[in-house]
């Protein structure tokens, strides 16, 4: 007998929500959703023995800053006792939408599952370099995903590797730069871009430049790996584009990442940037029928240029869960607008933050742009312990609407940056922010809050 449930004045039927993939964006829906509809029969089919990790942790885990449990955080039994049935080490190899049903290969099921509501989180692959991937060695790495965290750190405990090259000057390999070089290791940076973290102001770049120098990290801009030379199963040399060879015990392979939309090929499913998923507001597939996506498969709007963005970010991939389950639930009343690129990420002591467009990228989209450079301060000036950071604000001198920012300092970025990520979502212009009350005392900030010092320079000029 089919369950149900009064919401509202809408009967709603329990039926079978199957999700695919237990990583940020479907454990978010699974939770949510058993928050919501007790009686649901929630499925979790994951292809890997790891469900409900979180990836932002690994490069910090890796080196032994964080324990294990900040990457794996729940474990398969922890997952069943909240009445969701998980089935780990099971792959889903088809989608039928118009049967309304999925193929599973796996130990317990082996066929076709039927499903009410389908939840697609297959999240991200990595991007592949065709020298580095074409070849079988046991001391290259990606770090995409909780397991390739717990093998590298494995491999690093079993073979204490000295001559680390690191392919990708993004967030994660400086991350995995400063955790590696933590260990003792000594590192080279390779980045086929002329600098790393390009979308960073030059002013603000230099800054991370003068920590590699200090922590002596070797890097190469504008340079690819051409060649490599294998003894046994190890990659022991690289030959890279400018010329130089390098010696090398690992390898962490770090260039970004694509969405895993592969299996949506010949589905009516709609397709954006990267071949990302198109979904609506609710998270619904664009072309499907009771198919729901978030995460890094799918892409989202742009909310200052209204233009179909990626962002493969861990908050954006919780909004998306939270959304999805709450649809599942019959409940419309919330639903997700869009991003702008929010992140951080850090290099030996320095936080980076990045929010919202660059100059250029505002100019493109036929904004009237002006730069303005701040200082945000962690307490009053002259108290011993207070930190400053730079920012690099980017707006419209129209009416001082903010565009973007970019922040570089030791502590509190990730605070400030959310305080300019806020003015910039609410579209709010130079008089909103002045109108904002901000909190002052000399133990924790400046009279002059990185937004009012804003809104005094546009208007004043000082």
């Known amino acids: 007998m089919t369950a149900t449930r009064k919401i ?115 999240g991200a692959i990595p991007r592949r370099i065709p020298i580095l991937d074409e070849i079988e060695a046991e001391n290259i790495f990606h770090i995409t995903h909780a397991l390739h965290g717990l093998k590298l750190r494995k491999f690093i405990d079993e073979e204490k590797p000295n001559k680390v090259l690191i392919v990708g000057g993004g967030y994660v390999g400086l991350e995995m730069v400063e955790n590696l070089s933590e260990l003792g290791m000594k590192i080279s940076l390779v980045e086929k871009m002329e600098d790393i973290l390009p979308r960073l102001p030059k002013r603000l770049r230099k800054k991370v430049y003068d920590k590699l120098k200090e922590r002596e990290v070797e890097y190469h801009l504008s340079t690819v790996v051409e060649d490599v030379e294998i003894v046994g199963r190890l990659v022991k040399r690289v030959k890279l584009s400018n010329s130089r060879t390098l010696d090398v015990d690992l390898i962490v392979v770090s260039v970004g990442v694509l969405p895993n939309t592969k299996m949506l090929k010949n589905t009516k499913a709609e397709f954006g940037p990267l071949d990302s998923l198109k979904t609506n507001e609710y998270m619904e597939v664009m072309g499907l029928e009771k198919v729901y996506a978030g995460g890094d498969m799918v892409c989202v709007k742009n909310l200052i240029t209204g233009k179909e963005a990626y962002y493969p970010l861990g908050d954006v991939a919780n909004k998306h869960g939270i959304v999805t389950a709450r649809r599942i639930a019959g409940k419309s009343d919330l639903v997700f607008k869009g991003a702008i690129g929010t992140s951080l990420t850090g290099i030996f002591g320095l936080q980076i933050g990045f929010t919202g467009l660059t100059k250029e990228e505002a100019e493109k989209e036929g904004f009237s742009v002006e730069t303005m450079n701040l200082k945000a301060f962690t307490g009053h000036p002259k108290m011993g312990e207070t930190t400053s950071s730079d920012l690099e604000v980017i707006y419209d001198f129209r009416d001082g609407r903010i565009l973007g920012a970019f922040m570089v300092g030791e502590k509190c970025v990730a605070q400030f940056i959310d305080l300019i990520s806020t003015f910039i979502t609410m579209r709010m212009k130079a008089q909103e922010i002045f109108d904002v009350d901000y909190a002052y005392a000399p133990i924790g900030s400046t009279v002059w809050n990185p937004g009012l010092l804003f809104a005094r320079k546009f208007y004043s000029g000082k």
């Not at 509809?37 to 885990?61: M, Q």
């Open 8 to 122: 509202g004045e809408e009967v709603m039927k329990m039926g079978t929500t199957v999700i695919i993939g237990g990583g940020t964006m479907g454990m978010r829906t699974a939770v949510t959703l058993r928050s919501l509809l007790k009686d649901e029969r929630i499925v979790i089919i994951e292809k890997t023995p790891i469900a409900s990790w979180a990836g932002c942790p690994i490069p910090y885990y890796i080196s032994g800053r964080l324990p294990e449990s900040s990457v794996i955080l729940d474990s398969p039994d922890d997952i069943r006792k909240r009445g969701i049935e998980l089935y780990e080490n099971h792959e889903v190899v088809d989608i039928d939408p118009d049967g309304m049903r999925v193929k599973v290969k796996g130990g317990k099921i082996d066929g076709w599952m039927d499903y009410d509501n389908l939840v697609l989180g297959l």
